[in-house]
């Protein structure tokens, strides 16, 4: 009994301090934060990204580039937790912020008012949230079965029966939604351009003519990639092409 308890207690240790060294990136990052040294904190925080990735710690990291002025290395990684906290209140408010500090002002194509709906009731959750409401609902909708093949009341057969078949739906539609939100995070196509300034061709070549400007901090999509151009689309319908260099995958 005591050999089993030394060996519990050791691996307890172990794991503890595996947990400590896989986060003293993260822990010194924030103190740097704390005392402003904004530069060595990006570095701490970086060195974290390259053995996990977390909404806190890009969220931690665009506000550190923040701090530091650096725009587009701002937005892009609110961006990147947005993704991974898509209901995350200050991620969002802090992507604003700085969102009102780029030149670029362009109005989105409006959506209509059912996709719009859809998009906002889909982000107030994660994959993960999803995937476990879903879970959830897959259990009580086998309870509600239970209740119809094994109870003989009448009333108590007719609330499994239709009650197990409304939370089987809830629960596919909560798998949807999860596997939405795990798309958005694995197969996103949106950029934000990195340079002051950028012109935007009309073809994928230097000798074409201009279509317009963006700067740094602007997020479009990503509609193809040819050699060393990438083909966006713009908030506002427009498309265009840029060299690769010039803007950043979220």
Not at 171 to 192: E, P
Request: charged share 20%.
């Amino acid at each position: 009994m005591k050999r089993h308890l030394i060996i519990l207690v050791s691996l307890l240790f172990a794991a503890v301090s595996s947990f400590a060294a896989d986060n003293s990136y993260l822990l010194n990052g924030n103190n740097e934060y704390e005392s402003g040294n904004y530069d060595k904190a990006i570095e701490f925080y970086e060195k974290q990204l390259q053995t996990a990735e977390s909404g806190a710690l890009f969220y931690n990291l665009g506000n550190a580039y923040y701090k530091k002025g650096s725009l587009a290395p701002a937005i892009l990684n609110y961006e990147r937790a947005l993704l991974r906290e898509p209901d995350n209140d200050d991620i969002k408010a802090n992507l604003e912020i700085a969102r009102s500090k780029t030149i670029d002002d362009i109005k989105p194509k409006e959506k209509i008012f059912f996709a719009q709906w859809y998009d906002d009731f889909v982000n107030m959750n994660s994959s993960d949230n999803w995937a476990v409401c879903s879970i959830v609902l897959f259990l009580l909708t086998l309870t509600f079965a239970a209740i119809y093949l094994y109870i003989k009341i009448p009333a108590a057969r007719r609330i499994g029966f239709f009650g197990g078949i409304g939370l089987f739906i809830c629960t596919i539609c909560c798998m949807c939604f999860a596997s939405s939100q795990k798309t958005k995070l694995t197969a996103h196509n949106y950029v934000i351009i990195f340079n002051p300034s950028v012109e935007v061709k009309t073809a994928p070549e230097a000798k074409a003519s201009k279509h317009c400007n963006l700067h740094e901090g602007t997020k479009v999509k990503l509609k193809q990639t040819r050699k060393q151009w990438i083909e966006i689309e713009i908030e506002n319908g427009n498309s265009g092409w840029i060299q690769e260099g010039d803007a950043r995958k979220i």
